[in-house]
């Protein structure tokens, strides 16, 4: 006789009918096969209920969660049966309507894959078949160059910047997901981003916060997660909400910026254990291919310790890395960040060389844009704006300068009495040396806020002139700074300007022209400083890494278009991106033959459909490798869920689908960011026909509310994004087999008239066409 499998069920208290139909369900079970315990069976008068819970699952074979609601508690539970080792069951009601937020918003539970049902026999019966299922495999290998996790917001706060600048102080590296990058985090990567590291870091959002409720649940895996695991894990929030009682002991509350350097201080203690001690891991059976491989994440910044092992040097790098390039374009996941940090990483390994890397959050930009607008004179928000970039890259220089140099100017004479110089001068006037960036550049924002509230009084409305701006920012003797700032680079080699993110977290609404003022004037900034510092023989090369979207708006709207030494980092070639996955493949876990097809046989069926099965996929990454790496890893994690021993033709479906819903997500925030009347553009084209005219496409957009003189920009926008593409000469063409000129597609249309027009087979999935 088969021994009893002990289950225990979690689920949501609301609403009622769910645990009705759950504890109908359990009273139908073959008791001599299964005994499953639900959460209101326990006997917890006067016990703490979250610790008795966990006690229940961590002794029980298996865990059942459902999720037709998602609630903190049961996604927590989750989360922490999975750390445990546990095999863990999803169910989900059909008859209970989907409340915010929903499992496609926040992601995680869809990729997991879960039961739907309708009554208790259904739900029994699926009971039944628990011997049926797998345990969840958790990696094991450490990742000790980046060993700290952070889950970030939608928005970078000054809460959330102080979060990451005092993991920064506390010299940990560390990978993080960012909803602006990817906008829904996959349960495969959730539980290989915390079984790799040391430590996670979780913020919590109050419930008023846009997307809090969408972080928390995904919080709240991810606290489940690491806490099984046994991972250090820090849980933190800006005030008393909004943690549930149940798990209130687990969270820490701030209320003072000197509260967080605290919480993180003792979190970076609790890291530098786990470094010392022999880390604990669940005893684990021999890895197959599939299992053991690492992609890399598709995020450059989450692997930036391990990218130049396996980054593939274009010739874009190569250009940027010889100073050739003062603007890298291209599209968000083709990977302008990856060349960032290679520049960066390559250039600052020269001991002489000053290598500013500067990522200005949006958030930032945004809120100084608001406050300059609120007291300037007509016409000189231009000159503000430059004026500002300009003291902020020569305070940067400065502060790079005093970093770089701090011991070694004590042993060398030739710079000791010039860093002193320059030490006195920057540290003058109580300006603000701690912190990262953005902490600095906060604080030179509320400086001269506070200013002009003291000169001209909190309701004040004066519109000042550039004398009166120029006076109320400057903390320092500019021209001294940068008399001083010369010299002393003098000595040195090269000075590498480098920006990122600049493009990154603007309103939703859209750009507006003034956004786009600020992005020239840094740019014009940093030639200012170029030419001052070649004038005494100092070398400067800049890069500013945008999107094109925005260098195009850029160009249009601003003076001086395509002066700019400008390289343009667009994917046409498949076979690129098939080396891009070999390098990556090759570094990970490879013996024997190394071209591409031998590797790709091991790790994907070959045909899909009838299709070669790595062109099916790259057809649909809209030639991004950010993308083309999350569908490989969607596919991926479904194979080794089910315990495939390669991606088979199943795994690729379900991988398909559930790349489609991120992708749409994706493509819907980079169209809103760039117009504000698109919000949601896409989801026009849910049920409709794959082939379509151009009057279908327009009916589809008014029906959805676009007004008629928005159409032909919503059009442009569909076909620069790739969502549509033409038929051309009885094949569908897409803006990268354009070469991502759309002069040239619109040629394209005009020479053929009744054109048709086809949706990406992309988004087929998540928009329900067939």
Same mark, same amino acid.
């Given at each position: 006789?088969?021994? $009893?499998?002990?289950?225990?069920?979690?689920?949501?208290?609301?609403?009622?009918?769910?645990?009705?139909?759950?504890?109908?369900?359990?009273?139908?079970?073959?008791?001599?096969? $299964?005994?499953?315990?639900?959460?209101?069976?326990?006997?917890?008068?006067?016990?703490?209920?979250? %610790?008795?819970?966990?006690?229940?699952?961590?002794?029980?074979?298996?865990?059942?969660?459902?999720?037709?609601?998602?609630?903190?508690?049961?996604?927590?539970?989750?989360?922490?049966?999975?750390?445990?080792?546990?095999?863990?069951?999803?169910?989900?009601?059909? /008859?209970?309507?989907?409340? %915010?937020?929903?499992?496609?918003?926040?992601?995680?539970?869809?990729?997991?894959?879960?039961?739907?049902?309708?009554?208790?026999?259904?739900?029994?019966?699926?009971?039944?078949?628990?011997?049926?299922?797998?345990?969840?495999?958790? +990696?094991?290998?450490?990742?000790?160059?980046?060993?700290?996790?952070?889950?970030?917001?939608?928005?970078?706060?000054?809460?959330?910047?102080?979060?990451?600048?005092?993991?920064?102080?506390?010299?940990?590296?560390?990978?993080?997901?960012?909803?602006?990058?990817? +906008? =829904?985090?996959?349960?495969?990567?959730?539980?290989?981003?915390?079984?790799?590291?040391?430590?996670?870091?979780?913020?919590?959002?109050?419930?008023?916060?846009?997307?809090?409720?969408?972080?928390?649940?995904?919080?709240?895996?991810?606290?489940?997660? %690491?806490?099984?695991?046994?991972?250090?894990?820090?849980?933190?929030?800006?005030?008393?909400?909004?943690?549930?009682? #149940?798990? !209130?002991?687990?969270?820490?509350?701030?209320? *003072?910026?000197?509260?967080?350097?605290?919480?993180?201080?003792?979190?970076?203690?609790?890291?530098?254990?786990?470094?010392? !001690?022999?880390?604990?891991?669940?005893?684990?059976?021999?890895?197959?291919?599939?299992? /053991?491989?690492?992609?890399?994440?598709?995020?450059?910044?989450?692997?930036? !310790?391990?990218?130049?092992?396996?980054?593939?040097?274009?010739?874009?790098?190569?250009?940027?890395?010889?100073?050739?390039?003062?603007?890298?374009?291209?599209?968000?996941?083709?990977?302008?960040?990856?060349?960032?940090?290679?520049?960066?990483?390559?250039?600052?390994?020269?001991?002489?060389?000053?290598?500013?890397?500067?990522?200005?959050?949006?958030?930032?930009?945004?809120?100084?844009?608001?406050?300059?607008?609120?007291?300037?004179?007509?016409?000189?928000?231009?000159?503000?704006?430059?004026?500002?970039?300009?003291?902020?890259?020569?305070?940067?220089?400065?502060?790079?300068?005093?970093?770089?140099? =701090? &011991?070694?100017?004590?042993? #060398? *004479?030739?710079?000791?009495?010039?860093?002193?110089?320059?030490? &006195?001068?920057?540290?003058?006037?109580?300006?603000?040396?701690?912190?990262?960036? %953005?902490?600095?550049?906060?604080?030179?924002?509320?400086?001269?806020?506070?200013?002009?509230?003291?000169?001209?009084?909190?309701?004040?409305?004066?519109?000042?002139?550039?004398?009166?701006?120029?006076?109320?920012?400057?903390? *320092?003797?500019?021209?001294?700074?940068?008399?001083?700032?010369?010299?002393?680079?003098?000595?040195?080699?090269?000075?590498?300007?480098?920006?990122?993110?600049?493009?990154?977290?603007? +309103?939703?609404?859209?750009?507006?022209? @003034? #956004?786009?003022?600020?992005?020239?004037?840094?740019?014009?900034?940093?030639?200012?400083?170029?030419?001052?510092?070649?004038?005494?023989?100092?070398?400067?090369?800049?890069?500013?890494?945008?999107?094109?979207?925005?260098?195009?708006?850029?160009?249009?709207?601003? /003076?001086?278009?395509?002066?700019?030494?400008?390289?343009?980092?667009?994917?046409?070639?498949?076979?690129?991106?098939?080396?891009?996955? !070999?390098? =990556?493949?090759?570094?990970?876990?490879?013996?024997?033959?190394?071209?591409?097809?031998?590797?790709?046989? =091991?790790?994907?069926?070959?045909?899909?459909?009838?299709?070669?099965?790595?062109?099916?996929?790259?057809?649909?990454?809209?030639?991004?490798?950010?993308?083309?790496?999350?569908?490989?890893?969607?596919?991926?994690?479904?194979?080794?869920?089910?315990?495939?021993?390669?991606?088979?033709?199943?795994?690729?479906?379900?991988?398909?689908?559930?790349?489609?819903? #991120?992708?749409?997500?994706?493509?819907?925030?980079?169209?809103?960011?760039? /117009?504000?009347?698109?919000?949601?553009?896409?989801?026009?084209?849910?049920?409709?026909?794959?082939?379509?005219?151009?009057?279908?496409?327009?009916?589809?957009?008014?029906?959805?509310?676009?007004?008629?003189?928005?159409?032909?920009?919503?059009?442009?926008?569909?076909?620069?994004?790739?969502?549509?593409?033409? @038929?051309?000469?009885? &094949?569908?063409?897409?803006?990268?087999?354009?070469?991502?000129?759309?002069?040239?597609?619109?040629?394209?249309?005009?020479?053929?008239?009744?054109?048709?027009?086809?949706?990406?087979?992309?988004?087929?999935?998540?928009?329900?066409?067939?």
């Amino acid at each position: 006789m088969s021994e $009893v499998k002990n289950g225990f069920y979690v689920f949501p208290v609301q609403p009622f009918p769910i645990g009705q139909t759950i504890e109908s369900a359990l009273a139908k079970l073959n008791r001599s096969k $299964v005994n499953i315990q639900s959460w209101t069976e326990m006997d917890i008068v006067g016990s703490f209920i979250a %610790s008795e819970v966990l006690q229940s699952i961590d002794e029980s074979d298996f865990v059942v969660a459902d999720i037709s609601v998602l609630n903190f508690n049961v996604t927590y539970e989750a989360g922490f049966a999975i750390g445990k080792g546990k095999k863990l069951l999803l169910t989900k009601n059909k /008859s209970i309507r989907e409340q %915010s937020p929903s499992i496609r918003e926040v992601g995680i539970f869809d990729t997991l894959g879960y039961r739907e049902y309708q009554n208790s026999d259904e739900l029994a019966a699926f009971l039944n078949q628990h011997d049926s299922f797998k345990c969840i495999n958790v +990696p094991n290998k450490i990742n000790t160059k980046s060993p700290v996790y952070l889950l970030e917001g939608m928005y970078r706060t000054d809460w959330a910047t102080r979060i990451v600048s005092r993991i920064k102080k506390a010299r940990y590296l560390f990978r993080s997901f960012d909803p602006n990058e990817q +906008p =829904r985090l996959s349960a495969s990567d959730a539980i290989s981003q915390v079984a790799q590291s040391h430590g996670v870091v979780i913020p919590l959002l109050s419930n008023g916060d846009d997307g809090g409720d969408i972080n928390n649940m995904r919080a709240a895996f991810l606290a489940g997660l %690491s806490h099984g695991l046994g991972k250090a894990t820090c849980m933190i929030q800006n005030g008393e909400e909004p943690v549930p009682i #149940d798990y !209130r002991d687990l969270v820490t509350a701030t209320y *003072h910026p000197n509260d967080i350097n605290e919480v993180i201080a003792n979190f970076a203690g609790d890291v530098a254990e786990a470094f010392q !001690r022999d880390f604990v891991l669940l005893p684990k059976a021999k890895e197959t291919f599939l299992q /053991s491989l690492e992609l890399g994440a598709s995020s450059a910044e989450n692997e930036m !310790r391990t990218l130049q092992n396996y980054y593939l040097k274009t010739d874009q790098f190569l250009k940027s890395l010889r100073g050739e390039a003062n603007i890298v374009v291209g599209r968000k996941g083709a990977g302008k960040s990856a060349i960032f940090l290679q520049v960066r990483d390559k250039e600052r390994n020269k001991k002489d060389n000053i290598v500013l890397d500067l990522k200005p959050d949006g958030y930032k930009l945004i809120k100084f844009k608001e406050l300059i607008l609120s007291f300037l004179e007509e016409g000189t928000f231009q000159h503000t704006i430059m004026a500002f970039w300009e003291y902020v890259l020569l305070l940067e220089i400065c502060y790079k300068i005093l970093e770089a140099d =701090r &011991e070694q100017h004590i042993h #060398d *004479h030739n710079l000791y009495e010039p860093y002193r110089k320059l030490a &006195e001068l920057y540290n003058a006037d109580g300006y603000v040396t701690e912190g990262d960036f %953005s902490e600095r550049m906060s604080a030179l924002m509320e400086k001269i806020s506070t200013e002009y509230r003291s000169k001209y009084g909190e309701e004040s409305s004066v519109r000042l002139s550039v004398p009166n701006i120029t006076e109320m920012l400057y903390s *320092h003797d500019v021209k001294t700074l940068s008399s001083l700032v010369i010299d002393y680079m003098k000595r040195k080699d090269t000075c590498w300007l480098l920006f990122d993110n600049i493009d990154k977290g603007w +309103p939703t609404s859209g750009l507006q022209h @003034e #956004d786009l003022l600020i992005i020239r004037a840094l740019i014009d900034a940093t030639k200012k400083i170029e030419r001052q510092f070649s004038r005494s023989n100092v070398a400067v090369n800049t890069i500013v890494f945008l999107r094109n979207d925005v260098y195009e708006l850029l160009v249009q709207e601003t /003076s001086d278009r395509g002066k700019e030494a400008k390289v343009l980092l667009d994917w046409t070639d498949p076979d690129l991106l098939r080396e891009l996955v !070999r390098l =990556r493949i090759v570094y990970s876990n490879a013996n024997g033959d190394n071209s591409f097809e031998a590797l790709w046989r =091991r790790l994907c069926v070959s045909h899909y459909k009838g299709e070669e099965s790595s062109q099916f996929l790259i057809e649909r990454s809209l030639m991004r490798p950010r993308f083309l790496l999350n569908l490989i890893s969607q596919c991926k994690s479904f194979a080794i869920n089910l315990n495939h021993e390669q991606i088979k033709e199943d795994d690729i479906t379900k991988g398909l689908e559930a790349y489609s819903t #991120d992708l749409l997500t994706d493509i819907s925030y980079e169209i809103t960011d760039i /117009s504000r009347n698109a919000e949601d553009v896409l989801y026009a084209f849910i049920g409709c026909t794959a082939k379509l005219t151009r009057d279908q496409i327009n009916e589809n957009l008014v029906e959805h509310g676009i007004e008629k003189e928005s159409l032909d920009n919503i059009f442009e926008l569909l076909l620069w994004y790739g969502f549509i593409g033409v @038929e051309h000469q009885g &094949e569908v063409k897409y803006i990268f087999d354009f070469n991502y000129s759309m002069k040239l597609m619109e040629g394209v249309m005009k020479k053929n008239t009744g054109t048709m027009f086809n949706i990406n087979p992309a988004f087929w999935p998540s928009l329900m066409i067939d």
